[in-house]
């Protein structure tokens, strides 16, 4: 059904469609089994006019194993089938120009085989959710929130304007990680405000500035129109996120 689609829209602009099949390889999101139709699927993409085969999009989100070692077994075995399949093609003389594989805690396991595409997402930034499960990616924190305290509750407790607008609301607290503040105990969030109780002295008083790493990354950057960069504490650039820009289509 949705191969027929895109070669309509294909023929409709005369401009070949280069396919990717993404393959379900246990994530139970989006694709197909490697051993469920895929074959056949990529046979018909290759006698379509319209469209042609670009590769595969192997992606395994669902592997979230903390040990390496672990990690690494059962990124191997979800992969065999997509190995077979690849096998199976090319002894009908069907190459696989592209095969792109794995996500961030998977990647340096794809790493090891030369022919495999990379797309890790999370490196690039870094969180503290992906930094506390997965030890042995030694990766730099390179996003940081700015937070600055706006009240102090009962004389004890901070409220920072850190609400689920400022940070992604997807992870459990805390989902934010303060310097200065490692220690504390959320209270609650609402959208504007995060109310924290300090379990031990920090020196730090209304207005105070707080940075912070966030516990997922990647749709905290959505929530922000400019990123700043910083070098050596002077900021000498800023960014445009153009994930922010969303629109509407009906």
């Avoid at 999009?57 to 990124?75: A, F, Q, S, T």
């Avoid at 979800?78 to 399949?85: A, G, H, I, N, S």
């Avoid at 790493?111 to 499960?133: H, I, K």
Wanted: glycine share 8%; with cysteine; proline share 6%.
């Amino acid at each position: 059904e949705i191969l027929g689609k895109l070669t309509l829209a294909a023929e409709k602009y005369s401009i070949p469609a280069d396919l990717y099949v993404d393959i379900d390889n246990g994530m139970h999101r989006t694709g197909i089994g490697a051993a469920d139709g895929a074959f056949e699927l990529i046979r018909k993409i290759r006698s379509t006019p319209a469209v042609r085969f670009a590769g595969l999009h192997v992606y395994d989100g669902h592997i979230h194993e903390p040990d390496p070692i672990l990690r690494e077994k059962e990124c191997r075995r979800d992969f065999k089938p997509v190995e077979r399949l690849i096998r199976k093609l090319k002894e009908l003389g069907i190459e696989v120009p592209h095969l792109v594989a794995g996500g961030t805690p998977t990647f340096p396991i794809h790493a090891q085989f030369q022919e495999r595409e990379l797309s890790p997402g999370t490196p690039l930034l870094w969180d503290m959710g992906y930094s506390s499960s997965f030890a042995d990616l030694k990766f730099q924190h390179a996003a940081v929130l700015l937070s600055r305290i706006v009240s102090r509750p009962q004389g004890v407790n901070f409220t920072l304007d850190m609400g689920y607008k400022a940070v992604s609301a997807d992870k459990p607290h805390p989902r934010v990680s303060f310097f200065g503040i490692e220690s504390c105990t959320v209270l609650n969030q609402s959208e504007e405000h995060l109310v924290i109780h300090p379990t031990e002295e920090t020196g730090l008083a209304v207005g105070d500035a707080v940075y912070g790493i966030p516990a997922h990354i990647c749709p905290t950057v959505a929530l922000y129109d400019e990123a700043f960069i910083v070098n050596h504490n002077i900021i000498i650039d800023k960014w445009k996120i153009t994930a922010r820009k969303r629109k509407l289509t009906i």
